[in-house]
């Protein structure tokens, strides 16, 4: 960086203590610039506070429902089984707490200045904090997040979103959900496991939308036949109040619905209002977020963005890649941009699906000839288990050279075992690498080299 640093009170100030915050506030410490965090809630930000982390300890308990109840094939006998929901929840916010301190900790290791309060733009070089103060920073980073949209309808207040859904007083009898995204896919699992009566009620006819076709299929097959209902193609027309506290909701088209509980997993929109761009010359986009350059750069010379607030790839991995990118390139002598093909992902639905690469009919329309292979199989645990549910591995070829574009899995463990999958597919491996590897007997994972 050039040597005017002295003259601002930092080097670097960061909004927003999130994942993407964070990494890019410590890295740039480490560096040795002076830095400046503001976070108006909690430092850990959406993926530990109120997302990825506590949502997965949601998905790890609610899962001990199905092993309990196949233990008994094993020879266990489990008696007097029942779930105490408070327990749970209370351990998993503990557990969040944890991860605030070491987040904060992390911060503090590094001499990152801290403002637990919310921080606004007033100019290229200067924010402002709610308590009034004013600072200058030789560079700006905004990594505010994103935030779950509600869609507008009467009665919406009734509803909680993502955000509240882990403060449960209690477990719900019947749920309703809105949307079939991750959030949707991934909660109804949750409540499904734990024995309430979900209901999936969607705008349109498909769930997960960008995911591969036979997984979603197979997925929706499973889940009917776990008992989640699912409603298409109803828009929420609006959500009333019962004297007895439950909520009818009320859909174009459709007959209602009663729920004790109303979550909406619409979608999440960058957190950009009020944030005070504009003072600095920033026109946000036409979803809220930060237009950014390969670098991270904003159309200020002096304000960079990193995360869901830019709206490129709303995932916790990538907003700390581009974090440390940042960081590193700002602060340090590297200068690594973000290759942003072949993300693996995941939905921690019940049984989880994960992906990596072109679906097929992203690979047929950009390749034309393209060769599929699949293993549809039922894993050892789910026969001796007496369950039905069949796993579906799925790959796509290109068929002039025999590279993967695409690999996709649906059943049980699927994103742990895509993750190490995933290193092949990018590396450019072919079919036949994969087929030169020789399975690992017995496991699920060995479906990857034996697809036909
Ligand atoms: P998603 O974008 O995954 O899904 C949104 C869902 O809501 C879709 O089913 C969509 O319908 C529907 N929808 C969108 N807009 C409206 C609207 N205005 N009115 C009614 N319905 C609407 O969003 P989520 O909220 O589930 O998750 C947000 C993001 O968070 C994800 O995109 C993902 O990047 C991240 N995330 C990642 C997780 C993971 O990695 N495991 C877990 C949780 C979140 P349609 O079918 O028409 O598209």
Same mark, same amino acid.
């Given at each position: 960086?050039?040597?005017?640093?002295?003259?601002?009170?930092?080097?670097?100030?960061?909004?927003g203590?999130g994942s993407g915050?964070?990494?890019?506030?410590?890295?740039?410490?480490?560096?040795?610039?002076?830095?400046?965090?503001?976070?108006e809630y909690?430092?850990?930000g959406t993926c530990?506070i109120r997302g990825c982390?506590p949502k997965?300890?949601?998905?790890?308990?609610?899962? &001990?429902?199905?092993?309990?109840?196949?233990?008994?094939?094993?020879?266990? +006998?489990?008696?007097?089984?029942?779930?105490?929901?408070? !327990?749970?929840?209370?351990?998993?916010? !503990?557990?969040?707490?944890?991860?605030?301190?070491?987040? +904060?900790?992390?911060?503090?290791?590094?001499?990152?200045?801290?403002?637990?309060?919310r921080?606004?733009?007033?100019?290229?070089?200067?924010?402002?904090?709610?308590?009034?103060?004013?600072?200058?920073? !030789?560079?700006?980073?905004v990594a505010t997040g994103a935030w779950p949209i509600v869609p507008k309808f009467e009665g919406s207040e009734h509803c909680i979103t993502s955000n509240e859904v882990f403060h $449960?007083?209690?477990?719900?009898?019947?749920v309703l959900i809105a949307g079939a995204g991750y959030i949707a896919m991934e909660f109804a699992?949750?409540?499904?496991?734990? #024995?309430?009566?979900?209901t999936v009620a969607n705008r349109s006819n498909v769930i997960l939308r960008g995911y591969?076709?036979?997984?979603?299929?197979? $997925?929706?097959?499973?889940?009917?036949?776990?008992?989640?209902?699912?409603k298409f193609n109803c828009p929420f027309q609006k959500v009333?109040?019962?004297?007895?506290?439950?909520f009818?909701v009320h859909f174009e088209?459709?007959?209602?619905?009663?729920a004790?509980v109303v979550m909406i997993a619409t979608g999440r929109r960058a957190n950009t209002n009020g944030l005070?761009l504009?003072?600095? #010359?920033?026109?946000i986009g036409e979803r809220g977020e930060v237009p950014?350059?390969? +670098? #991270?750069?904003?159309?200020?010379?002096?304000?960079?963005a990193?995360g869901d607030v830019t709206d490129r790839v709303q995932l916790t991995?990538v907003a700390?890649?581009?974090?440390?990118?940042?960081?590193?390139?700002?602060?340090?002598?590297?200068?690594?941009?973000?290759?942003?093909?072949?993300?693996?992902s995941?939905v921690?639905?019940?049984?989880?699906?994960?992906?990596?690469?072109?679906?097929?009919?992203?690979?047929?329309?950009?390749?034309?000839?393209?060769?599929?292979?699949?293993?549809?199989?039922?894993?050892?645990?789910?026969? &001796?288990? /007496?369950?039905?549910?069949? #796993?579906?591995?799925?790959?796509?070829?290109?068929?002039?050279?025999?590279?993967?574009?695409?690999?996709?899995?649906?059943?049980?463990?699927?994103?742990?075992?895509?993750?190490?999958?995933?290193?092949?597919?990018?590396?450019?491996?072919?079919?036949?690498?994969?087929?030169? +590897?020789?399975? $690992? /007997?017995?496991?699920?994972?060995?479906?990857?080299?034996?697809?036909?």
């Amino acid at each position: 960086m050039a040597d005017d640093s002295t003259s601002y009170d930092f080097d670097l100030f960061v909004i927003g203590a999130g994942s993407g915050g964070v990494r890019a506030g410590r890295v740039a410490a480490a560096h040795g610039a002076r830095v400046a965090i503001a976070e108006e809630y909690r430092i850990g930000g959406t993926c530990v506070i109120r997302g990825c982390v506590p949502k997965k300890l949601l998905v790890y308990g609610s899962h &001990f429902a199905e092993e309990l109840q196949d233990a008994a094939n094993y020879g266990w +006998t489990v008696e007097k089984m029942s779930f105490d929901w408070p !327990k749970l929840r209370d351990a998993v916010l !503990k557990d969040v707490d944890r991860l605030n301190e070491a987040y +904060t900790a992390t911060l503090d290791n590094h001499k990152v200045e801290r403002f637990l309060e919310r921080a606004t733009i007033t100019g290229p070089h200067s924010v402002k904090l709610a308590s009034g103060k004013e600072l200058t920073a !030789k560079v700006i980073l905004v990594a505010t997040g994103a935030w779950p949209i509600v869609p507008k309808f009467e009665g919406s207040e009734h509803c909680i979103t993502s955000n509240e859904v882990f403060h $449960l007083e209690t477990l719900p009898k019947r749920v309703l959900i809105a949307g079939a995204g991750y959030i949707a896919m991934e909660f109804a699992g949750i409540f499904n496991a734990l #024995g309430c009566h979900v209901t999936v009620a969607n705008r349109s006819n498909v769930i997960l939308r960008g995911y591969d076709e036979s997984l979603r299929d197979r $997925l929706l097959q499973i889940t009917m036949a776990r008992g989640i209902e699912y409603k298409f193609n109803c828009p929420f027309q609006k959500v009333t109040k019962r004297e007895d506290g439950a909520f009818d909701v009320h859909f174009e088209g459709q007959d209602p619905v009663c729920a004790d509980v109303v979550m909406i997993a619409t979608g999440r929109r960058a957190n950009t209002n009020g944030l005070g761009l504009e003072n600095a #010359g920033i026109v946000i986009g036409e979803r809220g977020e930060v237009p950014v350059d390969d +670098t #991270g750069k904003t159309s200020c010379d002096s304000i960079y963005a990193v995360g869901d607030v830019t709206d490129r790839v709303q995932l916790t991995p990538v907003a700390i890649r581009e974090g440390q990118a940042f960081a590193d390139r700002l602060f340090g002598t590297s200068d690594v941009r973000i290759d942003y093909s072949f993300i693996p992902s995941a939905v921690f639905s019940q049984p989880p699906l994960a992906g990596v690469g072109l679906t097929e009919g992203q690979a047929r329309n950009a390749y034309g000839s393209v060769k599929v292979f699949s293993s549809d199989f039922r894993p050892m645990k789910n026969v &001796f288990g /007496h369950r039905p549910e069949r #796993g579906l591995y799925k790959m796509i070829v290109d068929a002039a050279t025999d590279k993967i574009l695409g690999l996709h899995m649906i059943g049980p463990e699927a994103p742990e075992i895509l993750q190490a999958a995933a290193i092949a597919v990018k590396a450019g491996l072919t079919k036949a690498d994969f087929d030169a +590897t020789v399975a $690992l /007997h017995p496991s699920m994972a060995e479906e990857l080299v034996l697809m036909r």
